[in-house]
C-alpha cells in the first residue's frame, strides 16, 4: 500500500515539477521518500528540485546507494556537493564548507573551481597555499589563485629564519582588478586580502548560475 501511494505522489510531483511548481513538489517528493525510501527516483527528482543545496546533496546520495553505478548521478553528486559547498561559505559555516569541497577534490582531482574555493575557506595559509597550486596546476593563468599565492608567498619570505610562522594578519597587498562587481559577503578570514578574494569570487560564481539545481544543471536527471 505504501508503495502504491510513494508511486502515485511520485507521479504527481514530476507532473508539478514540469510545471515549475517545485514547492509542491517537493513536499509530494518527501511524503514519498518517507513512504518508499529505496525508490531511486523519487530521490532523483527531490534533488533536482530541491532549494536546499544540503538536501540536494543527502537525496543524490540516497540516489547513489540504490544505484552505484549511475555516473549521471555521481556528476550531479558532485555539482551539488561544490553548491553547497558554496552556500556554507557564504553563510560563513567554514568547516562544514570545507569537508564538502574536500570531497569534491577527492572525486575531481581536476575540478579547478572546487580547488579554489577550497583555498577560499582554508584556515591555514600552508593549505590555502597547496590548494592555490593545484589550481594553478590545473590552470596556470587562473589570475586569482596568482594573487592569493603570491601574496602567501610574500608573507612567508617576510618571516625570519628559524621562527615560528605568525599568523597571517590584516594586511594590504596590491588589489587586483576584479573582473565581476564586487558584493558584501561578510566572510570573515585571517587577511584582508582573502577577505576580498574570496567575496570577489563568490559572487563570480553566483553570477554565474553555480547554485542552479542539479536538474537545471544535468538536465539528463530530469528525464530519469
Same mark, same amino acid.
Given at each position: ?24 513538489? %517537493?513536499? *509530494? =517528493? ?7 525510501? $529505496? @525508490? /531511486? #527516483?523519487?530521490?532523483? &527528482? !527531490?534533488? +533536482? ?48 564548507? %570545507?569537508? *564538502? =569541497? ?7 582531482? $581536476? @575540478? /579547478? #573551481?572546487?580547488?579554489? &574555493? !577550497?583555498? +577560499? ?104
Amino acid at each position: 500500500m505504501s508503495q502504491t501511494r510513494a508511486l502515485e505522489l511520485l507521479r504527481d510531483a514530476i507532473a508539478l515539477a514540469k510545471a515549475n511548481e517545485k514547492s509542491r513538489a %517537493r513536499d *509530494l =517528493l518527501r511524503e514519498a521518500a518517507s513512504l518508499e525510501a $529505496n @525508490n /531511486e #527516483n523519487i530521490w532523483l &527528482w !527531490l534533488g +533536482g528540485v530541491t532549494e536546499q543545496p544540503l538536501e540536494a546533496v543527502h537525496a543524490l546520495e540516497q540516489a547513489l546507494k540504490i544505484n552505484p553505478n549511475n555516473e549521471r548521478v555521481r556528476t550531479g553528486l558532485n555539482a551539488s556537493r561544490l553548491n553547497a559547498g558554496i552556500a556554507a561559505a557564504r553563510a560563513n559555516q567554514r568547516e562544514q564548507a %570545507r569537508e *564538502l =569541497l574536500k570531497v569534491v577534490c577527492a572525486d575531481e582531482p $581536476n @575540478n /579547478e #573551481n572546487a580547488w579554489l &574555493w !577550497l583555498a +577560499g575557506v582554508s584556515d591555514k595559509p600552508e593549505e590555502a597555499s597547496a590548494n592555490l597550486q593545484q589550481v594553478l596546476r590545473l590552470n596556470p593563468n587562473n589570475q586569482r589563485a596568482k594573487a592569493g599565492l603570491e601574496y602567501y608567498q610574500s608573507r612567508q619570505t617576510a618571516t625570519p629564519p628559524n621562527s615560528t610562522a605568525p599568523a597571517v594578519r590584516p594586511v594590504t597587498p596590491p588589489a587586483e582588478p576584479p573582473t565581476t562587481p564586487i558584493r558584501s559577503a561578510s566572510i570573515p578570514s585571517s587577511s584582508a586580502f582573502f577577505r576580498r578574494y574570496r567575496t570577489a569570487h563568490f559572487t563570480s560564481f553566483t553570477q554565474a548560475g553555480n547554485l542552479a539545481s542539479p536538474v537545471s544543471r544535468y538536465p539528463t536527471l530530469a528525464t530519469m
